[in-house]
């Protein structure tokens, strides 16, 4: 480096950052930066004048307590400042400051000695260049300075400021003043106070100074590493509510589109309609116009006979003139045309459930907790909990937060969720599964998907356990021959078993006990018990009657009903209403509760096979058909809906269909014959699960089915004349 340069870079160093120029009387304030002491006092009154009591540095906005005597003077001078403004002297001619330190002339130094570390005169430079002692010492002019130089001028020996010691260098250290002093000082101010050397005193000092910096600078680093972060987290921030933005212009527009859409279809629907009132006038005005041209025309030309009034003419028109009067005058007269009156009605006005949330809660560090440690079961409560956290991880609650959790069932019907918050960034989800199968659960926090989530919850179903068995086959007590229909009392337990063959209902106890029997003049097809406790039994023959029997077995009424021509099966809706399926006319018929009445009566289009049995729960018709091989499922009016299962011996198929109930648990339970087994499925169809022969010996056939108060499944097994109790 050449000099001029650095010069260049030691004047900037020695630059004062209020006036931009070399620093006159630098002083240091506490922050450790250095000013003019003129700029400072100026920079302090210009405070005074705001009324303030502090002036901030320049450099790092560090606060300070403005002197009373409104200078800074008192603030300590820099060493290195002052050192660097006199080396910087040397280059600038004008600049007089250094002098001979030689003579007592006080001439202009032109050269300096580093040898005897003195600034010399002209003519002491001569009379040291003439004297042996002196004459080998290296001297540099002043306008010779090489990079070298001025790098030793700057780190010359001090030299005392104590008047005759001025020749002395401070080579002592003076623990006792904390200051620095000459050899004749230790002598004259300092002879009893400890003393070390300059040197040592400063190694131990800036053992001292290198701790506190190393400490400066982890701290300094960790402030970098936190201005990173503060910056990574600005960058994200940005994104983040850049992105946010773009959600809100996207669902905007989407929903400006949708508007857009709907405008259409509506402007179609006017101009459907607009077409269509129109066609209606356009038709009328048409019959009108036409019957006006014909009258017209008939008028005409009998208005000119009778003008003209010629006898013959008169007579032989006549017979013509007056049919064709008649004719028109008989014509069906169209009314007037009015059109329905149109209205724009809005039922609901637009009402956009969007806002801006701003939160310290990271969706991406939030939790579920719970949700894998417990079984899940259905018509069971089951809970789990959601846990806020902050991007730091901690858990945090925010007011505004908006927690969601869908929760899809098998057949993407969303299920009913209860969320309880807690105000303490921790929310306990409810819900209670209404029947088995993958569930999907999705949660979202502010509209951000939590970790892990969607993820699938697998609701077990409750299963049947075997209880036991009673009956046989014969014509005795609790045995059966032919075993049509079952139903159980949600009043009393009590199971009627239709025995066919032997003309009877039996009755028993919930545990299989035998009560008693109604005998019957016919063989009964079909049993129910009403709500009030009465059972209803179908017995088919010539006047289709149905029979009600007390509880006891004592024979209230029949009833006669016009509109069953050959019955299969009957039950009982929940309201009361009878439900019969029909052989004849292959129709499914819903009777008043009295019987006498019929409420509907349909039928599944396009199938020629008649329904075997039909109940009625949640609104809909479940019918079995045995010869189609399918439960048809229709909406309460009795329109068609779709079919479940079709032929097979697969989960979710059938072979001859009879009996079916629906348990507590929202199951459709279907008796599948030919299969010989229970089919259990959800009211969609999806199979769930079966009941089969390893509860059943030889060869069987599971004909009917019933569902107590407790939940408990009865079944009648046709072949082996036996009933099955579930648990």
Same mark, same amino acid.
């Given at each position: 480096?050449?000099v001029?340069?650095?010069?260049?870079?030691?004047?900037k160093?020695?630059?004062c950052?209020?006036?931009?120029?070399?620093?006159?009387?630098?002083k240091?304030?506490?922050?450790?930066?250095?000013?003019?002491?003129?700029c400072?006092?100026?920079?302090? /009154?210009?405070?005074?004048?705001?009324l303030k009591?502090?002036?901030?540095?320049?450099v790092?906005?560090?606060?300070?307590?403005i002197?009373?005597?409104?200078?800074?003077?008192?603030?300590?001078?820099?060493?290195?400042?002052?050192?660097l403004v006199?080396v910087? #002297?040397?280059?600038?001619?004008?600049?007089?400051?250094q002098?001979?330190?030689?003579c007592?002339?006080?001439?202009?130094?032109t050269?300096?000695?580093?040898?005897?570390q003195d600034?010399?005169?002209?003519s002491?430079?001569?009379?040291?260049?003439?004297?042996?002692?002196?004459?080998?010492?290296?001297?540099v002019?002043m306008?010779?300075?090489q990079?070298?130089?001025?790098?030793?001028?700057?780190h *010359?020996?001090?030299?005392c400021?104590?008047?005759?010691?001025?020749?002395?260098?401070?080579e002592?250290?003076?623990e006792?003043?904390?200051?620095?002093i000459?050899?004749?000082?230790?002598?004259?101010s300092?002879?009893?106070?400890?003393?070390?050397?300059?040197?040592?005193a400063?190694?131990?000092?800036?053992?001292?100074m290198?701790?506190a910096v190393?400490?400066?600078?982890?701290?300094?680093?960790?402030?970098?590493?936190?201005i990173?972060?503060?910056?990574?987290?600005r960058?994200?921030?940005?994104?983040?509510?850049?992105?946010e933005?773009?959600?809100?212009?996207d669902?905007?527009e989407k929903?400006i589109?949708?508007?857009?859409?709907?405008e259409?279809?509506?402007k179609?629907?006017?101009?459907?309609?607009?077409?269509a009132?129109?066609?209606?006038h356009?038709?009328?005005?048409?019959?009108?116009?036409?019957?006006?041209?014909?009258?017209?025309?008939?008028?005409?030309?009998c208005?000119?006979?009778?003008?003209?009034?010629?006898?013959v003419?008169?007579?032989?028109?006549n017979? #013509?003139?007056?049919? *064709?009067?008649?004719?028109?005058?008989?014509?069906r007269?169209?009314?007037?045309?009015?059109?329905?009156h149109?209205?724009?009605l809005v039922?609901?006005n637009l009402?956009?459930?969007?806002?801006?949330v &701003?939160?310290?809660t990271?969706?991406?560090k939030?939790?579920?907790?719970?949700?894998?440690?417990?079984?899940v079961?259905? *018509?069971?409560?089951?809970?789990?909990?959601? $846990?806020t956290?902050?991007?730091?991880?901690?858990?945090?609650?925010?007011q505004?937060?908006?927690?969601k959790v869908?929760?899809?069932?098998?057949?993407d019907?969303?299920?009913?969720?209860?969320i309880?918050d807690?105000k303490?960034g921790?929310?306990? &989800?409810?819900?209670t599964?209404?029947?088995a199968g993958e569930?999907r659960?999705?949660?979202?926090?502010?509209?951000?998907?939590?970790?892990?989530?969607?993820?699938?919850?697998?609701?077990?179903?409750?299963?049947?356990?075997?209880?036991?068995?009673?009956?046989?086959?014969?014509?005795g007590?609790?045995?059966?021959?032919d075993?049509?229909?079952?139903?159980?009392?949600?009043k009393?337990?009590?199971?009627?078993?239709?025995d066919?063959?032997?003309?009877?209902?039996?009755l028993?106890s919930?545990?299989g006990k035998?009560?008693?029997?109604?005998?019957?003049e016919?063989?009964?097809?079909?049993?129910?018990?009403?709500?009030?406790?009465?059972?209803?039994?179908?017995?088919?023959g010539?006047? /289709?009657?149905? *029979? $009600?029997?007390?509880?006891?077995?004592?024979?209230?009424?029949?009833?006669?009903d016009k509109h069953?021509?050959?019955?299969?099966?009957?039950?009982?809706?929940?309201?009361?209403r009878?439900?019969i399926?029909?052989?004849?006319?292959?129709?499914?018929?819903?009777?008043s509760?009295?019987?006498n009445?019929?409420?509907?009566s349909?039928?599944?289009?396009?199938?020629?096979k008649?329904?075997f049995? #039909?109940i009625?729960?949640?609104?809909?018709?479940?019918?079995?058909?045995?010869?189609?091989?399918?439960v048809k499922?229709?909406?309460?009016?009795?329109?068609?809906?779709?079919?479940i299962?079709?032929?097979?011996?697969?989960?979710?198929?059938?072979?001859?269909?009879?009996?079916?109930?629906?348990?507590k648990y929202?199951?459709?339970?279907?008796?599948?014959?030919?299969?010989?087994?229970?089919?259990?499925?959800?009211?969609?169809?999806?199979f769930l699960?079966?009941?089969?022969?390893?509860?059943?010996?030889n060869?069987f056939?599971?004909?009917?089915?019933?569902? /107590?108060?407790?939940?408990?499944?009865i079944?009648?097994d046709?072949?082996?004349?036996r009933?099955s109790?579930?648990?």
């Amino acid at each position: 480096m050449d000099v001029q340069q650095l010069f260049k870079i030691l004047k900037k160093e020695a630059e004062c950052p209020l006036c931009i120029e070399t620093v006159k009387n630098p002083k240091t304030l506490p922050c450790l930066h250095s000013f003019c002491l003129e700029c400072l006092d100026r920079h302090a /009154n210009f405070a005074r004048r705001q009324l303030k009591a502090t002036i901030k540095c320049p450099v790092c906005q560090t606060s300070f307590q403005i002197p009373e005597t409104d200078t800074f003077e008192n603030l300590p001078s820099s060493f290195h400042l002052n050192r660097l403004v006199d080396v910087l #002297a040397l280059e600038d001619g004008s600049v007089q400051s250094q002098r001979c330190n030689s003579c007592d002339e006080n001439n202009t130094a032109t050269c300096y000695c580093f040898v005897c570390q003195d600034f010399l005169c002209a003519s002491c430079f001569e009379a040291h260049q003439r004297l042996k002692a002196t004459r080998g010492h290296r001297n540099v002019l002043m306008d010779k300075l090489q990079a070298q130089d001025v790098q030793e001028l700057i780190h *010359r020996p001090v030299m005392c400021s104590q008047q005759y010691h001025e020749d002395q260098p401070l080579e002592f250290y003076c623990e006792d003043c904390k200051v620095l002093i000459c050899h004749k000082c230790t002598v004259v101010s300092h002879d009893r106070h400890s003393k070390t050397d300059t040197q040592k005193a400063a190694q131990e000092q800036k053992m001292q100074m290198s701790d506190a910096v190393a400490k400066v600078k982890a701290e300094m680093v960790r402030y970098e590493s936190e201005i990173k972060k503060q910056t990574d987290l600005r960058n994200k921030n940005k994104i983040e509510i850049l992105n946010e933005e773009k959600k809100m212009t996207d669902t905007v527009e989407k929903l400006i589109r949708d508007l857009r859409e709907h405008e259409r279809k509506m402007k179609d629907k006017f101009r459907e309609i607009y077409e269509a009132e129109q066609k209606h006038h356009a038709t009328r005005l048409e019959n009108f116009e036409l019957v006006a041209t014909q009258l017209k025309s008939c008028f005409e030309r009998c208005q000119s006979i009778l003008e003209r009034n010629f006898s013959v003419e008169i007579l032989q028109t006549n017979h #013509a003139i007056l049919g *064709r009067c008649n004719e028109l005058l008989n014509v069906r007269k169209s009314d007037l045309y009015i059109s329905p009156h149109i209205h724009y009605l809005v039922e609901k006005n637009l009402d956009l459930m969007d806002r801006v949330v &701003v939160t310290k809660t990271d969706p991406s560090k939030c939790l579920a907790e719970g949700q894998d440690s417990k079984e899940v079961k259905e *018509r069971k409560e089951t809970y789990f909990f959601i $846990v806020t956290k902050d991007s730091d991880g901690f858990q945090c609650y925010q007011q505004d937060d908006k927690i969601k959790v869908n929760i899809l069932t098998p057949e993407d019907d969303q299920l009913k969720t209860d969320i309880k918050d807690t105000k303490d960034g921790k929310y306990t &989800v409810t819900y209670t599964p209404q029947g088995a199968g993958e569930h999907r659960v999705e949660i979202l926090v502010n509209g951000q998907p939590l970790t892990g989530s969607p993820w699938i919850a697998q609701v077990h179903q409750h299963q049947y356990q075997f209880a036991f068995q009673f009956g046989s086959q014969g014509k005795g007590q609790g045995e059966f021959d032919d075993i049509c229909d079952i139903d159980v009392s949600q009043k009393t337990g009590m199971i009627a078993v239709a025995d066919g063959r032997n003309q009877r209902i039996q009755l028993f106890s919930s545990e299989g006990k035998f009560r008693r029997e109604i005998k019957l003049e016919g063989e009964p097809r079909s049993v129910a018990f009403t709500d009030s406790g009465d059972l209803l039994t179908l017995v088919p023959g010539s006047d /289709n009657k149905l *029979r $009600v029997f007390s509880e006891e077995g004592h024979f209230i009424k029949h009833i006669n009903d016009k509109h069953l021509d050959k019955p299969s099966r009957l039950s009982i809706a929940s309201d009361g209403r009878i439900i019969i399926t029909d052989m004849s006319d292959k129709k499914i018929k819903v009777l008043s509760t009295a019987g006498n009445v019929l409420l509907q009566s349909f039928s599944a289009p396009d199938c020629d096979k008649f329904p075997f049995y #039909a109940i009625y729960h949640q609104n809909k018709f479940f019918a079995s058909y045995y010869h189609a091989n399918c439960v048809k499922v229709f909406d309460k009016t009795g329109v068609y809906l779709h079919d479940i299962g079709c032929k097979g011996s697969n989960a979710g198929k059938f072979d001859g269909p009879c009996g079916v109930v629906i348990d507590k648990y929202n199951r459709l339970i279907v008796c599948d014959r030919g299969n010989h087994r229970l089919q259990l499925l959800t009211l969609g169809g999806k199979f769930l699960s079966k009941i089969d022969g390893k509860y059943f010996k030889n060869v069987f056939w599971l004909s009917c089915v019933a569902i /107590n108060s407790g939940g408990n499944l009865i079944v009648g097994d046709h072949v082996n004349s036996r009933i099955s109790v579930f648990h």
